[in-house]
């Protein structure tokens, strides 16, 4: 089951500040996020892996609430190279037999201009 | 400084035609995954691979499959190609567990 993100795309000023959000059907145990810029492949920004657990990378940071089943994105004073898709990505199951493969939601589109 | 490694990067095929998309990587990581993307879809999962020897069905498995040949390659086979399978197909890997994916460069495929 995909997560889903919201909204699906965002244009902002350089120095604007961005919320992506992304939520579940199911019981959350972690969510990856990852960017992508247009033609290249997806890279890894960060994992949060307990309920309520901030993280940050740069200017951007995450929070994830394991109750509510949904994980935000926050961009600060956002730049030009934050431009991009960002995605969430949540696992397919809890089996540590089963590895660890993620569902991904469909992406919001990032758009940041001068 | 490789990481995860896909060949080819561009294919053209007719209706029918069958391929193999390879996928390698060189840190020892044991699981790998294909997802293909398609525009507004986001990436879904086809196989993945939790260690050497196992492989297992994501969300849309129908018309491939796979064989994780040992650890560090893990290949996509595309028996009768439809132009449904047109698409951009991703191979990622990671240690295990709870550790972020990295991403090969992607191989853009089209169907005719």
């Known amino acids: 089951q995909q997560p889903v993100q919201s909204p699906q795309a965002v244009i902002l000023r350089e120095g604007e500040d961005a919320v992506i959000n992304c939520s579940s059907s199911k019981a959350l145990y972690s969510v990856h996020w990852y960017r992508q810029k247009h033609g290249e492949a997806p890279v890894f920004l960060m994992i949060?892996?307990?309920?309520?657990e901030q993280k940050g990378h740069d200017k951007i940071s995450a929070s994830f609430n394991e109750k509510k089943q949904q994980s935000s994105l926050y961009l600060t004073a956002s730049q030009l190279s934050y431009s991009g898709t960002y995605f969430c990505g949540t696992p397919e199951n809890q089996n540590s037999n089963s590895g660890y493969a993620l569902n991904f939601g469909k992406g919001t589109s990032l758009l940041v201009t001068p | 400084n490789a990481g995860v490694t896909q060949t080819p990067k561009f294919q053209v095929l007719k209706t029918g035609q069958s391929m193999t998309l390879q996928c390698a990587q060189d840190?020892?990581?044991?699981?790998m995954y294909w997802y293909r993307q398609d525009p507004g879809m986001g990436l879904r999962l086809i196989y993945y691979s939790a260690s050497e020897g196992t492989t297992d069905k994501g969300e849309v498995p129908n018309g491939y499959n796979v064989s994780r040949l040992n650890k560090r390659e893990f290949s996509l086979r595309l028996e009768s190609a439809a132009p449904s399978q047109t698409s951009v197909y991703f191979c990622a890997s990671n240690p295990t567990g709870v550790y972020g994916y990295t991403f090969g460069s992607g191989t853009r495929l089209t169907v005719v």
């Open positions: 949060l892996l307990k309920g309520g």
């Open positions: 840190m020892n990581h044991n699981s």
